[in-house]
């Protein structure tokens, strides 16, 4: 046994290039890497901004050894995940495979490697890593995160893929952050190279993506995963949220049947809207405004004169908005029709909420944003409050609920709930949304003038606002979709049958964060999520090329098998939602097949 171990001690030195463990290579990297400065040479490159990573070329020795790890590889069972934050495939842990080459992979990592790691960054690690491999395909990507969770200290890829380019996408970029410690702008990307280890220390700023793989012909694959060691001391500062611009309702009469298809505004069909939606708490309309007004609009925003503004931060969203001061004048009118008393005033006779200012007590607000988007769009799920900041409750020690992080569970903090990650594993590629056609007209015998062919309606199923104890994805919608005609849209659960993936294990993704607060603090929380709401109004615009994938989406994070509520993209629709405090709206990647534009009217009131 005592002759035995040497040998294995060489042949595990033997995976890794000799270069790798010379004095002069490793003199090299421990000066520049803890004096945060930049070298690039043959086989190794050190990067200082926006944080420490470290990339060594040629890093395993032999390429008949790298042939026999992907060939072990393709019998390793995996997994496809799609969902907000990735969408790509995974195995499990290569702990657990106890093929020849994979098994003295894992075993080199976890000790040669990792006692090269710990002499030359001097930081701390213990005899514990992660490793799985990963493949991306055409569309699939890795958005945003920082890989800060747990006791993880440094993080590692090695790339497996040749002949790979800048143009077919899959680029490890790395995000510089603002005042606050939050991402913001892509400022460095690195190429998957053939035979590359790439890693980088653990912090609080070391937010990176994978790009999205724009080949439809090639697969990036790479081993990838995590030195563990003692958790870091908690330096974060708390997370700012995004104080809204909540607008009151502006007292000017807008008169709407200048902007509305006539019918809504009649009083047997504004009463049918209002009891299908206190009874389903959502409903889609089409064809809600005047024809020739809605192409005036879709034309406007294509204008020049619009300046339009990036928002993030980049774990959270990443589309466009419009200085309103540069809309075309119709485009602002439009705008001042959502703000004004007329508005608010229909809004309350379609879902019966308190809009109106009828007391001084009472105090109605809203918010609108003008979105763009094209490819490379997104927002993630986040456990948003639809009250302001101010009204939030404080916890007995007179702290917001923060999670393990210590930020704020504000309007803007993403997923700090624990069973985030059990949802998120249920979700895949299967979701649909049901054919959007509602070709039949609503019929009215008071108004003789409305020609059955001219006026299009259509429900989503869901549940009554005045249910307010109730969330929007705690209804299951399997009874209903038996009950669903051709003209209603309805709402899927998201269930899968295989194996539950161990994914969230491997990303840093911020869901998987815990409230520091007492269970009974959170049990109030909840209680309260689920009292307060708000009503979301969308019209979209330019949606002819979107693919039918490209959906808005409403998620109650905390439900592990919640239903999902689908809003397809189609023009001149309005959709009212409903909208429990606990619930997201959710719009996912754009991929690089959108051409164009296509934008959202999205404006939320509360009562």
Known sequence: MAQEEPLLKKLKHSVISDHVYSSNFQQLFYEHWHNFSDIKKDNL???????????????????????????????????????????????????????????LLYETFQ?????????????????????????YSDTDYLLCHDDNMGDR????????????????GGALDLFDTDKNGLPRN???????EYNSLVFFEVVDNSYHQVAEITSPDKSRWSINGWF?????????????????NYI?????????????????????????????????????????????IYEELATDLSSASIVWQKVGPADIRNYEVAKEETLPELLKEFYNAFKSISMFQLLKDYTELDLVPEKETMNPKMIIELQRWSKGCYTLISDKSTLPTSEKKSSSNGCVSQNEEGQEDSLDTPRTSKSNKDYQERINTDNKSVGSGCDTPISNKEDEDIDEDETLKKILKGKSPRSKKKNLSQQSSSSKLENLSPQKLGRFLDTDDSDVSDIGDYLSDPLDCSLECSDQEEEMDYTNASEQGALDV???????????????????????????????????????????????RLQKYVNHYCTDYFYNLICTYYE
């Open 186 to 192: 892509v400022i460095k990307s690195l190429i998957p």
């Open 111 to 135: 000790t040669d490697l990792a006692m090269w790691m710990e002499r030359n960054t001097k930081i701390e690690l213990n005899k514990k890593i992660s490793m799985s491999s990963a493949c």
């Open 153 to 168: 200290r440094i993080a590692f890829i090695l790339y497996l893929s040749k002949n790979w380019t800048a143009e077919d």
């Open 248 to 292: 009151k309702p502006v007292n000017t009469q807008v008169d709407l049947k200048n902007w509305i298809t006539k019918c809504y505004l009649f009083p047997d069909i504004v009463k049918e809207i209002q009891q299908d939606v206190e009874q389903e708490s959502f409903a889609f309309l089409s064809n809600f405004l005047r024809e020739d």
């Open 538 to 584: 969308i019209i979209q615009f330019h949606t002819n090329h979107v693919s039918e994938e490209d959906t808005i989406d409403y998620v109650d994070p905390k439900e592990q098998e919640g239903a999902l509520i689908h809003v397809p993209a189609k023009n001149n629709h309005l959709c009212l939602v409903y909208k429990t405090l606990g619930t997201c």
């Open 45 to 103: 490159e050190v990067i200082s901004n926006p944080y420490r990573i470290c990339k060594i070329s040629n890093f395993l020795c032999n390429e008949d050894f790298m042939d026999e790890i992907k060939n072990e590889l393709l019998d390793v069972k995996s997994r496809r995940n799609s969902i907000d934050l990735y969408q790509f495939e995974q195995t499990s842990d290569l702990a657990n495979i106890d093929t020849k080459n994979l098994k």
């Open 228 to 244: 563990h060691g003692p958790v870091r001391e908690n330096t974060r500062p708390a997370r700012p949220g995004i104080e809204p």
